[in-house]
């Protein structure tokens, strides 16, 4: 289910500096609070990104930037510039997206669309630390402790169908996530590298609102 | 995801689809290139291989849907496999497209879940990228700035409008197989070969729309 609600709600949640849970590796329990405590000191958190795509078949990858803006607790921003100028804003249980090229702007609500209900759904458990929630959905490795670098095995067997494992790497003061990685089963990659990551910075008006 | 897949349930509604936008052809110039020239000109009838970044606006049912694709392109082997991407990577679905055939490689279970999904889309890429081509003995029609190749038979007319320039611009058909237009405008050069990079698709038959944007190109 992960997997069909998209990338960007995966992404969203790791960018809160929430750190995953392995109940099958204790020594990494030093290290998650030191995460925890870090994700709770976090009000807003803003940068862009640069997404790399890589398309096994062809040997080919293809790059995209764009946006990110997250307000605690429950407004955020994903916006894609280039190639295609697309995006979404949320504001609590209700939203907007568009795309350039449809030229539409679309309300959603997340009680009304189960899509971004899930998408919700993620940002507030990981904004809330709820451990049982992500414990319940992937099986963590601590693959290096300087910088942090977690891989994460999901679960579900539908999600496991597409998804090898997600590796998220954290900045080397682990007050944030630089660079996430999606390795699907059928050999593609998409890695997400935030480039000029600014906690707790004022934030635009604009910050949650459609471009015009 | 559901959003895809109930948008794709609506192309079989009766909703009417947004027309092709005029196009603008070269003026001031004489279109008047022989049969052979335009034959040899056409960008579809070149033997390459390209690579094509594109976003694409589908519409079909009063609703759109944009979606990012890389595509493969192969006028030698006559072979077109499509990328489709969200705006976060994420692979929608794979399709590869023959001139007669077409395989689905993977789809989201959504996509793979609407009837006729794969063979719709299959359907309009092979109307773009290998579409049936003009022959040498098709008939000739000068109009000062255009030129117009038309093939008439008892089951369909086709017809393919070149500008001064010895562009491809229009191919229509019409008949028992089918009811559509694809326009080609904004050629540009990619590796020394000129390609359109706006290119709308419009098939009146099942009422579907497909516009390309090519970002990015260059030969295998």
Redesign the interface.
Known sequence: ML??????SL?LFFFLCVAPVCADNLSLEPLLTELKHAAAQTETLSSPFV?E?Y?D??A?K?L?DGVFIYQKPDFLRWE?LT??A??FVLRGDDGERW?H??Q?QESFSVTD???MGMIAQQLLAWARVDLDWLEGRYRIELQTADPVVLHLYPRDE?EAEFIKYLQIQFSADRSHVVAVQ?V?Q?G?Q?TITFTEVKINSALPSSAFQVPK | ???IGAFLLLLSLTACVSATPPQHFPKNCLAQASIVQLLEENWLNQAQVW?L?Q?T?LEAGGK???L?G?L?LDLLQGDA?L?A???????LF?LQVTRSDYHL??A???LREVDHFAKGVAQSLRHIFLPPQPQEDDLLENRENIQQLSQISNHRNVDFSYDCQGDLRTIRLKGEDGNWLVAYDEYRSFDNSRIPTQIIMNDYRQRLKL?L?V?EGKHE
């Open positions: 997997y069909k609600t998209g990338l960007s992404l997404q795509k398309l078949i062809f080919e293809l995209s894609l190639p295609m697309s995006g795309n090229l449809s539409e669309d189960p899509v539908g999606m699907e059928s593609d998409t | 995801m559901v959003r690579r970044r976003a606006l759109s849907f944009p990012e890389f493969r496999r990328v991407m969200n705006e976060t990577g994420l692979v794979d490689h993977r989201i279970p959504q516009s944007w970002r």
